[in-house]
T-cell receptor, first 111, second 117 residues
Framework: LAKTTQPISMDSYEGQEVNITCSHN???????ITWYQQFPSQGPRFIIQ???TKVTNEVASLFIPADRKSSTLSLPRVSLSDTAVYYC????????????FGSGTKLNVKP | GAGVSQSPRYKVAKRGQDVALRCDPI?????LFWYQQALGQGPEFLTY????????KSGLPSDRFFAERPEGSVSTLKIQRTQQEDSAVYLC???????????????FGPGTRLLVL
């Protein structure tokens, strides 16, 4: 399983753009990159997924360079409600979606 | 319901007791996963079902842990002779398996918080 490395924590202020980078040096050809968000006392929630280049949805953008050894989750104009733990995962169909979550990045958004 | 549900939400057990944790996945979801999340850590994979078949149980920490999904829907995670180190949140997730290469999004339940005294 490809393991991931993320910063333990990040601080930001409301209205700022936040970029969280994840390293996954041994990502496999079949692996996709997925980001989840988790609030206290809740299960993780899917944010975005991509394979290469850039993916954007209504919540976030995901930037993946050509070598795919890292990825960056971009959250535009964060609010206090974005305070949560963000997990970067890599995995693919052929390992039965057995994700390695790691410890995630604790994002603290301040007023 | 629309999402994954788990019961009970909280469970306190005395060391040595057996516990059973239930997961109701989203209707029609083929894949079901169990994770264990210790305080301050990310979820760790325990086991995976595709319909009623348990295809991967490599994450189960010991033979005291047992999971089943007999009819391919509801799943139960059983822990026998609970120990204090079993205290954690147990998360269930389900996904719709389309067979395409693209990964399937996992939808998580709220978890069961187990405290073993």
């Amino acid at each position: 399983l490809a393991k991931t490395t993320q910063p333990i924590s990040m601080d930001s202020y409301e209205g700022q753009e936040v970029n969280i980078t994840c390293s996954h040096n041994n990502i496999a050809t079949n692996d996709y990159i997925t980001w989840y968000q988790q609030f206290p006392s809740q299960g993780p929630r899917f944010i975005i997924q991509g394979y290469k280049t850039k993916v954007t949805n209504e919540v976030a953008s995901l930037f993946i360079p050509a070598d795919r050894k890292s990825s960056t989750l971009s959250l535009p104009r964060v609010s206090l409600s974005d305070t949560a733990v963000y997990y970067c995962l890599v995995g693919g169909k052929y390992n039965f979606n057995k994700f390695y979550f790691g410890s995630g990045t604790k994002l603290n958004v301040k007023p | 319901g629309a999402g994954v549900s788990q019961s009970p939400r909280y469970k306190v057990a005395k060391r040595g007791q057996d516990v059973a944790l239930r997961c109701d996945p989203i209707s029609g979801h083929v894949s079901l996963f169990w994770y264990q999340q210790a305080l301050g850590q990310g979820p760790e994979f325990l086991t995976y079902f595709q319909n009623e078949a348990q295809l991967d149980k490599s994450g189960l920490p010991s033979d005291r842990f047992f999971a089943e999904r007999p009819e391919g829907s509801v799943s139960t995670l059983k822990i026998q002779r609970t120990q204090q180190e079993d205290s954690a949140v147990y998360l269930c997730a389900s996904s719709f398996y389309s067979g395409r290469l693209r990964e399937e999004t996992q939808y998580f339940g709220p978890g069961t918080r187990l405290l073993v005294l």
